[in-house]
């Protein structure tokens, strides 16, 4: 998608669909409806220093384990991305986005989504998760007890305690799908150790139990091996 010198691209409430890879958006536009989906790895470019408006319905979708990137032309130098309108509207999810500047509309809220840096006025809920921590015989909850979690091998990410009935929730992360996230007791005279395969999105049911090693996958496609 290019424009010539200083042309600036107006929309007619129309739509703009992208449905090729690893494309490139030149020159400030002014768009309506604007969707770009894909079902592999791919990368979005604007070029630095423009202005891309949506006044219409935004969508941008990856897929899990196969995010799309929104990236500037030059790394480090950031993209002006507004959605403003009262029409406006947006649906942002498996995204990877860096040098993006969106404080000129309203906040955008990408789910599921990694937060490469340099970005404004984006929002990147955090996934929670939450299960129950049991003694050897699985239904008897451990109580008291610290859980922390480990994304893809790294530092210690975060950490829960458990309640009365063993019940933990932990958040602090940003994760995508096909994470690998390893769950232990931290500190505790028990060992209990889950690893599994996460979605990107928050998870519920991830149970410890006393002396086991429990391995999953969450990631719908993919499994442990």
């Given amino acids: 998608w290019s424009r010539n010198g200083n042309t600036v691209f107006v929309h007619n409430d129309g739509t703009v669909q992208f449905d090729g890879?690893?494309?490139?958006?030149?020159?400030?536009?002014?768009?309506?409806?604007?969707?770009?989906?894909?079902?592999g790895a791919d990368?979005?470019?604007?070029?630095?220093?423009?202005?891309?408006?949506?006044s219409g319905a935004l969508t941008l979708r990856g897929e899990n384990l196969h995010l799309l990137s929104l990236r500037s032309g030059t790394p480090g130098t950031q993209v002006k991305f507004t959605l403003t309108g009262?029409?406006?509207?947006?649906?942002?999810?498996?995204?990877?986005?860096?040098?993006?500047?969106?404080?000129?509309?309203?906040?955008l809220t990408c789910t599921d989504c990694r937060d490469s840096s340099n970005n404004i006025n984006w929002?990147?809920?955090?996934?929670t998760i939450t299960g129950?921590?049991?003694?050897?015989?699985?239904?008897?909850?451990?109580?008291?007890?610290?859980i922390a979690y480990r994304i893809?091998?790294?530092?210690?990410?975060?950490t829960g305690s458990t309640n009365i009935i063993g019940e933990y929730?932990?958040?602090?992360?940003?994760?995508?799908?096909?994470d690998l996230i390893t769950l232990y007791l931290d500190n505790e005279s028990e060992n209990a150790v889950t690893v599994l395969l996460g979605r990107?999105?928050?998870?519920?049911?991830?149970?410890?139990?006393?002396?086991?090693?429990?391995?999953r996958s969450e990631s719908g496609s993919s499994a442990m091996t």
């Fill in 123 to 127: 929002l990147f809920p955090t996934p």
């Fill in 86 to 107: 009262s029409y406006a509207s947006h649906s942002l999810r498996f995204l990877d986005v860096q040098d993006n500047d969106a404080g000129s509309g309203a906040q």
């Fill in 152 to 158: 893809n091998g790294t530092q210690l990410i975060s």
């Fill in 169 to 178: 929730s932990i958040a602090g992360s940003i994760m995508t799908g096909g």
């Fill in 200 to 215: 990107g999105s928050s998870m519920s049911g991830v149970d410890l139990i006393r002396n086991n090693l429990v391995v």
């Fill in 43 to 54: 990368t979005l470019t604007m070029t630095d220093g423009t202005m891309q408006s949506f």
């Fill in 132 to 146: 129950t921590a049991y003694e050897a015989d699985g239904a008897t909850g451990l109580s008291g007890s610290t």
């Fill in 21 to 39: 890879s690893s494309q490139t958006i030149s020159g400030s536009n002014l768009f309506y409806n604007f969707t770009k989906t894909t079902t």
